[in-house]
């Protein structure tokens, strides 16, 4: 069964930066990827999508701080998080499709921004 690995979270200051990254855990051509964060008490909220191609899109509360991108080579997607707020704290996860549509999740890394 494919999996995504996840790394890079932490506890940094506020106004701090991250870089998360994901991998697949074996060769497999991935379509759409993203990453989702969920903090406690709130839903889950699709922060940044990326497509094979390329094209981003952001939410509204990350856009300008947050980057996504990926190397489709080697499977793997990052987001750099620049200008974190404590608002930004949650557990994010990344998700992929490969090209029939089969859903793989990461098991999900701990962001804390705190002084």
């Known amino acids: 069964q494919v999996q995504l690995v996840e790394s890079g979270g932490g506890l940094v200051q506020p106004g701090g930066s991250l870089r998360l990254s994901c991998a697949a855990s074996e060769s497999i051509k991935l379509w759409r990827m993203c990453w989702y964060r969920q903090a406690p008490g709130k839903e889950s909220e699709l922060v940044a999508t990326i497509t ?4 981003t899109n952001y939410a509204r509360s990350v856009r300008g701080r947050f980057t996504i991108s990926r190397e489709n080579a ?3 997607v ?3 998080m620049n200008s974190l707020k404590p608002e ?5 996860y990344c998700n992929a499709a490969d090209s029939n549509t089969n859903d793989y999740w990461g098991q ?3 962001v804390t921004v705190s002084s």
């Open 88 to 92: 930004d704290a949650a557990v994010y």
């Open 52 to 55: 094979r191609g390329g094209t």
């Open 78 to 80: 990052y987001l750099q």
């Open 74 to 76: 080697q499977n793997t």
């Open 108 to 110: 999900g890394t701990q």
